[in-house]
């Protein structure tokens, strides 16, 4: 998984939960699949129908924030969605993409350095975004990080390391 290449799909400042994964599903929607349906649902409902595996997500400060729902991230991964880039994220939604075995990358050039619809290439090893821009540094992540996205998340990756099913 070092390598994510995908289409950017570009947002704004202050996405938060309720538009990534609207709340009246909370409690109804838990299949995989029908989450990857309704992801973006109230911000671009053109989204969840085009995605394709890979796409990247991209957004400006404060990415993620509102309620702490972790349906948020992983919504976005049953979708297919190999990365989320913002300038800044909520620190909740941030430990929430981790655990879903979502990058979530910080690079303060984010969002005006990326133009919706082109493809861009992260490498996650060696902390680099490739887009029709040029190329921009984030710091590289540590090697138990990529080892929980390479995991599938944390759950599969603490199952893994435990040598259980459980």
């Given amino acids: 998984m070092a390598i994510i290449k995908g ?10 939960t309720d538009v990534i994964f609207p709340g009246k599903y909370t409690y109804t929607v838990t299949d995989p699949q029908e989450m990857a349906k309704i992801a973006m649902e109230d911000l671009d409902s053109d989204f969840a129908k085009q995605v394709q595996p ?3 997500v991209v957004g400006g400060k404060n990415f993620g924030c509102g309620s702490s729902r972790e349906q948020a991230a992983f919504c976005l991964k049953y979708a297919g969605v190999g990365a989320v880039v913002a ?6 939604y941030f430990r929430n993409c981790i655990n879903a075995g979502l990058p979530a990358l910080t690079l303060p050039e984010s969002p005006d350095v990326f133009k919706a ?6 490498d996650l090893s060696a902390g680099t975004i490739r887009c029709e821009a040029g190329v921009f540094k984030f710091p590289p992540l540590p090697e138990a990080v990529i080892g929980i996205f390479n995991d599938g ?14």
């Fill in 117 to 122: 619809g082109e493809t861009i290439e992260i």
């Fill in 153 to 166: 998340g944390l759950i599969p990756h603490t199952r893994k390391i435990l040598g259980t099913d459980r």
């Fill in 87 to 92: 300038r800044s994220f909520s620190r909740l």
């Fill in 54 to 56: 890979g796409d990247v």
């Fill in 7 to 16: 289409r950017v799909w570009k947002y704004g400042d202050d996405v938060n």
